[in-house]
């Protein structure tokens, strides 16, 4: 295992919106401004938070401040920003189509994220808890409630 971690959208989300693991997602990306992990993921990230922004912010300067920090991060290499190879999103698609009707199946763009990990030998880190238990058996995903154990792991 290295030290990439690849942040779910609603990693920034948390910092954005002030949520009960607001501290953990700040610690997260203080490491990685501190060259201790690497983030990267998948440009779906932009386009979701992009989207939540959108959608639940009404002020826009706002909206722009939260994309420039976000802009910032990639400009500095803070956050390495990837669009998903063929092998990513056939990797995806099979986390995807694991599951079952009763507890539901994994959503594709968490795949996405899921995928990029695996492939890479990196952590997944997410507070979405339903993927987390939908797919635990691929490993390399991770909550991010657990972030902390994660990161004595991989330092």
Not at 80 to 105: C, D, F, H, Q
């Amino acid at each position: 295992m290295n030290n990439i971690i690849v942040p779910d959208a609603n990693v920034f989300l948390e910092m954005i919106y002030g949520r009960q693991l607001q501290a953990t997602a700040r610690q997260l990306i203080s490491h990685a401004i501190a060259n201790e992990i690497q983030l990267v993921a998948p440009s779906l990230l932009l386009d979701e938070i992009t989207e939540v922004l959108c959608g639940n912010l009404d002020n826009l300067q706002k909206v722009q401040q939260h994309l420039l920090y976000l802009e910032q991060l990639v400009n500095e290499k803070v956050l390495l920003v990837v669009v998903p190879s063929l092998a990513i999103r056939m990797k995806a698609i099979e986390i995807a189509r694991t599951g079952n009707p009763k507890s539901g199946y994994p959503e594709l763009s968490d795949s996405l994220y899921h995928a990029l990990a695996i492939l890479n030998d990196a952590i997944f880190v997410t507070n979405d808890f339903k993927h987390v238990a939908k797919v635990n058996r691929f490993g390399h995903v991770e909550k991010l409630a657990d972030y902390q154990k994660v990161f004595e792991r991989i330092a």
